[in-house]
């Protein structure tokens, strides 16, 4: 898709996910102590959850196009003809996405508690088009935009990062199945 993954926004360290693991231990009842997550062991969860951050920005957004009714109205085949492209603008958009990485782990063979953290994402375009094509988003044309990731374990904010001005690419293919709108979704 656009080459823009999730991961070239916000990267795990050993030090976030150590946090995390502190964060999980204040969940717990009082007397328990679970080991806690440092050094190699904090740093080996990290490069696992950096492998999931590896997904496509685009993937992850998708269904948020399909929240717009200039878009969801592309799917009337009575207006909408066979095999005709219709671009659909977008002014001052913004959509998110909300994401649960999870880490599990063990320690010589002992399985530890797994780590859940939310991860959202919230990107912000200028204009945008989508290119719709048979009730399919076949292509997007995101323009300039923003984008704030945002890295949370329980109620305790780890990580904000942000991008002031997102470059993108001028269109961004969505593969040969595209992003299916449901007929009758008006």
């Not at 916000?10 to 976030?16: D, I, P, T, V």
């Not at 009842?29 to 806690?36: C, F, I, L, S």
């Not at 496509?56 to 717009?68: G, N, Q, R």
Request: net charge neutral; aromatic share 4%; charged share 20%.
């Amino acid at each position: 898709m656009s080459g823009v993954s999730l991961r070239t926004l916000l990267e795990f360290s050993g030090a976030l996910v150590a946090r995390g693991a502190v964060e999980r231990a204040k969940e717990q009842p009082e007397g328990a102590a679970p080991p806690t997550l440092v050094g190699f062991v904090a740093e080996a969860g990290a490069k696992q959850l950096n492998e999931v951050l590896e997904t496509d920005v685009f993937e992850l957004l998708a269904d948020a196009w399909l929240a717009f009714k200039q878009v969801r109205d592309c799917a009337d085949a009575a207006t909408h003809l066979p095999g005709q492209d219709t671009i659909v603008t977008l002014h001052d958009v913004e959509i998110g996405s909300a994401n649960s990485p999870v880490l599990h782990s063990s320690i010589g063979g002992v399985a530890l508690p797994e780590l859940r953290f939310s991860l959202g994402l919230t990107a912000k375009f200028k204009t945008v088009q989508l290119v719709v094509r048979d009730a399919r988003i076949r292509t997007l044309r995101p323009g300039s935009g923003s984008a704030v990731v945002k890295l949370s374990y329980g109620k305790a904010k780890l990580a904000e990062r942000s991008t002031p001005e997102w470059r993108l690419l001028v269109e961004i293919p969505l593969g040969a199945e595209g992003i299916a709108i449901a007929r009758g979704a008006s």
